[in-house]
């Protein structure tokens, strides 16, 4: 079993839309969870990142982590074109261990 | 404040020869990561300096070695290329590398081995 999962995708969506991006971990020892944006050709930015379970909102983004499920999401609302790009999401352990990323689309 | 920065940014080698990639973090982070990223197994953790001292290796051969100067820059070494490390090198920094310390990386150095 891979230690961080995630569905490849690409998840499609239309403008507007709220995109929904899902993240497993098998670590129960993980301790923070992190969300990064990708553009292709370019390097992992970070959108957000959350510690405790619940809810966690910065603007268009929310990210949600649920420990006893070992489960961390991101939700994306109003999705852009420009938010077209692979997420990556990653759980810190004592080291940072990422997923292989969802390649999220946004259609106009 | 600038960001980590990476030198180089293109590399082309051969097989057997060997490279040294280079990493300065963020004014003030004293940890830098490193990652290798490919489209098959996506992004994957080299090693972590922190203070001069590798403090965590990932499962990589020996012939990738790194380490951290003084002023916190860090350099990665590969030696006897193969084929297979061609790839995204990617350095990312962070103020002390605990568990709920963002990382922020690099641009990244594409490595092409002929």
């Known amino acids: 079993q891979k230690e961080v999962e995630q569905n490849s995708g690409p998840l499609s969506v239309p403008e507007g839309a709220i995109a929904s991006l899902n993240c497993t971990y098998s670590?129960?020892?993980?301790?923070?969870f992190f969300w990064y944006r990708q553009y292709s050709g370019k390097s992992p930015e970070l959108i957000m990142f959350?510690?405790?379970?619940g809810d966690k909102e910065d603007g268009r983004f929310t990210a949600q982590l649920n420990k006893a499920s070992q489960y961390v999401s991101l939700l994306i609302r109003d999705s852009q074109p420009s938010d077209s790009a692979t997420y990556l999401c990653?759980?810190?352990?004592?080291?940072?261990?990422f997923g292989t990323g969802t390649r999220l689309q946004v259609f106009p | 404040k600038a960001g980590v920065t990476q030198t180089p940014r293109y590399l082309i080698k051969t097989r057997g020869q060997q490279v040294t990639l280079s990493c300065s973090p963020i004014?003030?982070?004293?940890?830098v990561s490193w990652y290798q990223q490919t489209p098959g197994q996506g992004l994957q953790f080299l090693f972590e300096?922190?203070?001069?001292?590798?403090?965590n290796k990932g499962n990589f051969p020996g012939r990738f070695s790194g380490r951290q100067f003084s002023n916190s820059r860090s350099e990665m070494n590969v030696s006897t290329l193969e084929l297979g490390d061609s790839a995204l090198y990617l350095c990312?920094?962070?103020?002390?590398?605990?568990?709920?310390?963002?990382?922020?990386f690099g641009p990244g150095t594409r490595l092409t081995v002929l």
């Open positions: 990312a920094s962070s103020l002390i590398g605990t568990a709920t310390d963002t990382q922020y």
């Open positions: 670590d129960r020892g993980s301790q923070s």
């Open positions: 959350i510690y405790s379970n």
């Open positions: 990653a759980v810190n352990t004592d080291k940072l261990i």
């Open positions: 004014s003030g982070h004293r940890s």
């Open positions: 300096y922190f203070s001069e001292t590798q403090r």
